[in-house]
Each structure stands twice: as structure tokens, then as C-alpha cells.
């Protein structure tokens, strides 16, 4: 069955450093997500992705990230300076051919922010 | 701005007994909810949805009630199994906007 894949499953940084988290979404969606989970909060939306473009994107979604598909497979998300308040389970997910679509995702990338 | 809420953080149910979660949420251009389930270290499981022109949906032992006018739903999950303890959460979007809303998560306890 396909599945959403991330790496790294960890990552451990110093505040102020950029972080890349990779995903690999299901290969034939269109729509790509990010979203994170701070340690026991509610899961939140970070920006959706469609057509090489973002499509909609959360407040959290600051000037310090952005997104990329660089390929036709990865999907990126770059942190350019992270704080401490980034520490977070990061999950990627996709969906087939519209928004409403059931949304498959990874399994996460814990960054852990120092 | 907690838009789509789950007020129990847990719940504890014997096995073969019935499993209800419950989920509220406030805007009411919300028009497609799911239930997602997510063990530890894994990335949520999609579990299943309901459109807003339905009141339920039923997908084996997993049945989803919608109840527009008091902006809630269920989740249902009969006969309980050990299996089925997780967290579960409920998300919900609208057809204006492209992200999914998600409740804070229950978590299930099915005791052998």
C-alpha cells in the first residue's frame, strides 16, 4: 500500500540553525501538507500545497518557512532560524485530487530545537 | 482559536463494550470532518469521514454521526478491541479553505 515517508525520523539542532524536513508524499497526489504537533497539543496545520504553489498557509506559517518541491518526489519544508518554540512532531501528508480529499500521512519528524 | 474541540482527553472502555468519542466544533461552514487515529511515534491514520449531507456513516465497526444543528459528532466504535487504544482525533474542513482543523486528540483505552 503507498505511503507518505519522512526524514529525518529525528532531528536534534541548536536554535538559530536552518533545518530541512523531507517527505515523500503518495506519487500520484497532487496536494501536499505540513502540519506539527507540539508535545501534547493539538495537531495544527502549517501550509497546503498545490500546483507548485502554496495554497493556503497557517499564521504559524512565518517568513521563517518555507516549502519547496524540488523534484518530483520530495517535498520540503526549510525552517531558516529555528527557536526554541519549534519543537515539534512535523508531519507531511498528501491527498489525491482535491483539498477535501482524505489527507495520508507520514510518520513524522520529531525536531528538537536546543 | 480552538475551532474544532474534543473535551474528553481520555477514555477507558472494556473490551467488546461500545467506544464513544466526541467531537464539537464552531464554525459552521464546516463541511467535511474526519477521525483520525494516531499510536505513538506514528503519523495520524485516517479512519473515517462524513460529508455534511449525511448524519452517518458506517464503515464496519467504526460508525460517525453528524449532528449539523448542535455542531457535533461521534465516533462510534463497537465492539471495542485492545487494538483500538489510541489517540484519536476529530478534523474538519470547509470547501472555502484548503486545511483540516484538528480537535485535540482522545485518547482510548480498551482494557483486555
Known amino acids: 500500500e503507498p505511503e507518505v515517508t519522512q526524514t529525518p525520523s529525528h532531528q536534534v539542532t541548536q536554535m538559530g540553525q536552518e533545518v530541512i524536513l523531507r517527505c515523500v508524499p503518495i506519487?500520484?497526489?497532487?496536494?501536499f501538507y505540513w502540519y506539527r504537533q507540539i508535545l501534547g497539543q493539538k495537531v495544527e496545520f502549517l501550509v497546503s500545497?498545490?500546483?507548485?504553489?502554496?495554497?493556503?498557509k497557517s499564521e504559524i506559517f512565518d517568513d521563517q518557512f518555507s516549502v519547496e518541491r524540488p523534484d518530483g518526489s520530495n517535498f520540503t519544508l526549510k525552517i531558516r532560524s529555528t527557536k526554541l518554540e519549534d519543537s515539534a512532531m512535523y508531519f507531511c501528508?498528501?491527498?489525491?485530487?482535491?483539498?477535501?480529499?482524505?489527507?495520508?500521512f507520514g510518520p513524522g519528524t520529531r525536531l528538537l530545537v536546543l | 482559536d480552538q475551532q474544532v474541540k474534543q473535551n474528553s482527553p481520555s477514555l477507558s472502555v472494556q473490551e467488546g463494550r461500545i467506544s464513544i468519542l466526541n467531537c464539537d466544533y464552531t464554525?459552521?461552514?464546516?463541511?467535511?470532518f474526519l477521525w483520525y487515529k494516531k499510536y505513538p511515534a506514528e503519523g495520524p491514520t485516517f479512519l473515517i469521514s462524513?460529508?455534511?449531507?449525511?448524519d452517518k456513516n458506517e464503515d464496519g465497526r467504526f460508525t460517525v454521526f453528524l449532528n449539523k444543528s448542535a455542531k457535533h459528532l461521534s465516533l462510534h466504535i463497537v465492539p471495542s478491541q485492545p487494538g483500538d487504544s489510541a489517540v484519536y482525533f476529530c478534523?474538519?474542513?470547509?470547501?472555502?479553505?484548503?486545511?483540516?482543523?484538528f480537535g485535540t486528540g482522545t485518547s482510548l483505552t480498551v482494557i483486555p
Open positions: 501528508a498528501s491527498s489525491g485530487n482535491f483539498f477535501q480529499e482524505t489527507q495520508y
Open positions: 506519487s500520484n497526489h497532487l496536494y
Open positions: 500545497f498545490y500546483n507548485n504553489e502554496i495554497s493556503e
Open positions: 464554525n459552521s461552514m464546516f463541511d467535511y
Open positions: 462524513i460529508s455534511s449531507i449525511k
Open positions: 478534523a474538519a474542513s470547509s470547501n472555502t479553505g484548503n486545511q483540516f482543523y
